[in-house]
């Protein structure tokens, strides 16, 4: 009963930044922690940043620590990463993600391609 729509994605230079959006639909959005993971060619899929659901505590890969940021808007159901100082291993797709259930999350966006060019 979660739809996520994401957008922000793009081309920037190295040491640029972008703000991603995930526009979520349905009424237990605001009851489930939300998340940003990634996956760059050839790769697996992994961790970004999550924020729980009240917005109070939030969680990074060591990878983005002290560059990305993560937040939400629970009265317009969004949730932003917004990245600074960005570098070209950051090159990937990011997706946004829902867990209404806090063990598993159950909805994905569609991604969104971030590429970072030197």
């Known amino acids: 009963q979660v739809q996520l729509v994401e957008s922000g994605g793009g081309l920037v230079q190295a040491g640029g930044s972008l703000r991603l959006s995930c526009a979520a639909s349905?009424?237990?959005?605001?009851?489930?922690?939300m998340g940003w993971f990634r996956q760059a060619p050839g790769k697996e899929r992994e961790f970004v940043a999550a924020?729980?659901?009240?917005?109070?505590?939030?969680y990074y890969a060591d990878s983005v620590k002290g560059r990305f940021t993560i937040s939400r808007d629970n009265a317009t159901n969004t949730v932003y990463l917004q990245m600074n100082s960005l570098r070209l291993e950051d090159t990937a797709v990011y997706y946004c993600?829902?867990?209404?259930?806090?063990?598993?999350?159950?909805?994905w966006g569609q991604g969104t391609q971030v590429t970072v060019s030197s």
């Open positions: 993600a829902a867990d209404p259930t806090m063990e598993t999350y159950l909805y």
């Open positions: 349905g009424r237990t959005f605001s009851n489930s922690a």
């Open positions: 924020i729980t659901w009240s917005g109070g505590s939030t």
